[in-house]
Structure formats: structure tokens, C-alpha cells
């Protein structure tokens, strides 16, 4: 049972509590879904030497509680150094949505890998068309990029949205270089079946 009865105690206790008795400050304000938290948990964020366990609680909080209030410091975490947080941050901007799209495209051109790679699964997993012209020109750009597996996430993304429009840049992808991101993008094109989808994917198999 938590130590904190309503959720306005767990948000005093930001500013006074430490290890454990923080932790459970954090989460009994996200099973609250106490949105006026969120500024309180972005300022937590601003402290660089908060420690990497607490800011991963912090950032998946802040993803729980799916405020795009939050949505500049998580685009910020998701450049961080910590793998976990990373993960965290990106599993928030799924859970914050459409307000993400232009921060998570932006993030697909950033000189770090990871960020790339996260953009282009985040993006997949937020799309609920493959009609969104500002995901769809982000991704077309993940497809070109010189890592692979930015490649196969992105060819992954656009599977998941059924993009027709993007067959061309998926049937292109079909001569990859990189086996993985072949094998993306004839599962992507299986996926959105339609009569030009049909035609690269049988023209790939009889090579």
C-alpha cells in the first residue's frame, strides 16, 4: 500500500523525498494519472544530476500520463546517453501521440544512430494511416539513411501504416544492400497489398 493516500501528497513529496519514498512518490502520481504533476516532473528533468534510474521513472511517468506538455524535455531525453531512458523516451512520445510526429521526424536526421532508430520506430507505432504526409516524407527519409537499421525500422514503420503511396520507395528497397532491410521491405509490401505491392513482391521472389 502506498505511503501516499491522495496524489497531492505524492506531488508535495517531490520536493522532500529521496530514494524509495521518491520512487513511490513518482509512480502513485502516474497510477493517479495526476496531470498536474507534469510540470513538476519536467523540472526534475532540467537537474543533470539526477540520477539515471530516477529520470527513466520520471520519463516513463511522463509517458503514462501522456501530456504533450512534456513533449520538449522527452525529445531532449531521447537524445540522452542511458539506453534505458532512451527507451522510455520513446516509448512516452508513442504514448503522447500526433503532437510527437514533427519532433520525432526532426529526430531522424540527428548525428546519433539511436535517435534515428527510435524516431523511426516511434513514428511507425504513432501513424494510424499511411496517409500522414509529414510521417511519410519523415520516413522516406529513413529509408535512405546510412545505417541500417534505420532502414529496416523505417520500411517496418511504413509496413505497419500500409503506405501505398510509398510502394516505389519500398520496392526500391527490395535491392538493399542489407538483408534485413530487404526482408523489411517485402514484409511491408506484403502488408499493403495492393495490385503495384503484389507485382514487386513477385518480381523479388522469382530473382
Given at each position: 500500500?502506498?505511503r501516499?493516500?491522495?496524489?497531492?501528497?505524492?506531488l508535495?513529496a517531490?520536493?522532500?523525498?529521496s530514494?524509495d519514498?521518491?520512487?513511490?512518490?513518482?509512480?502513485?502520481?502516474?497510477?493517479?494519472?495526476?496531470?498536474?504533476?507534469?510540470?513538476?516532473?519536467?523540472?526534475?528533468?532540467?537537474?543533470?544530476?539526477?540520477d539515471?534510474?530516477?529520470?527513466?521513472?520520471?520519463v516513463?511517468?511522463l509517458?503514462?500520463?501522456?501530456d504533450?506538455?512534456a513533449?520538449?524535455v522527452?525529445l531532449d531525453?531521447?537524445?540522452?546517453?542511458?539506453?534505458?531512458?532512451?527507451?522510455?523516451?520513446?516509448?512516452?512520445?508513442?504514448?503522447?501521440?500526433?503532437?510527437?510526429v514533427?519532433g520525432?521526424?526532426?529526430?531522424?536526421?540527428d548525428?546519433?544512430k539511436a535517435?534515428?532508430?527510435?524516431?523511426a520506430?516511434?513514428?511507425?507505432?504513432?501513424g494510424?494511416?499511411?496517409?500522414?504526409q509529414?510521417?511519410?516524407r519523415g520516413?522516406?527519409?529513413?529509408?535512405l539513411d546510412?545505417d541500417?537499421?534505420?532502414?529496416?525500422?523505417?520500411a517496418?514503420?511504413?509496413g505497419?501504416?500500409?503506405?501505398?503511396s510509398?510502394?516505389?520507395?519500398?520496392?526500391?528497397?527490395?535491392?538493399?544492400?542489407?538483408t534485413?532491410?530487404?526482408?523489411?521491405?517485402?514484409?511491408a509490401?506484403?502488408?499493403i497489398?495492393t495490385?503495384e505491392?503484389?507485382?514487386a513482391?513477385?518480381?523479388w521472389v522469382k530473382q
Open positions: 500500500m502506498s501516499y493516500e491522495t496524489a497531492q501528497e505524492a508535495d517531490l520536493n522532500t523525498a530514494g519514498a521518491l520512487t513511490e512518490a513518482i509512480e502513485t502520481l502516474a497510477e493517479h494519472h495526476h496531470t498536474p504533476a507534469v510540470p513538476h516532473l519536467v523540472r526534475m528533468l532540467d537537474d543533470e544530476m539526477l539515471p534510474g530516477t529520470r527513466f521513472i520520471v516513463r511517468t509517458g503514462r500520463l501522456g504533450e506538455g513533449l520538449a522527452l531525453e531521447l537524445r540522452g546517453d542511458d539506453i534505458w531512458v532512451r527507451a522510455a523516451a520513446t516509448g512516452a512520445l508513442i504514448s503522447i501521440g500526433s503532437p510527437a514533427s520525432l521526424v526532426q529526430a531522424l536526421s548525428e546519433d535517435v534515428r532508430r527510435a524516431a520506430k516511434a513514428l511507425g507505432k504513432i494510424e494511416r499511411g496517409d500522414d509529414e510521417v511519410l520516413l522516406s527519409v529513413g529509408l546510412v541500417g537499421a534505420v532502414r529496416r525500422f523505417a517496418e514503420a511504413l505497419r501504416l500500409e503506405a501505398a510509398m510502394v516505389p520507395e519500398l520496392s526500391e528497397a527490395l535491392n538493399d544492400r542489407n534485413s532491410v530487404r526482408i523489411a521491405a517485402f514484409r509490401l506484403a502488408k497489398d495490385p505491392a503484389q507485382s513482391v513477385r518480381q
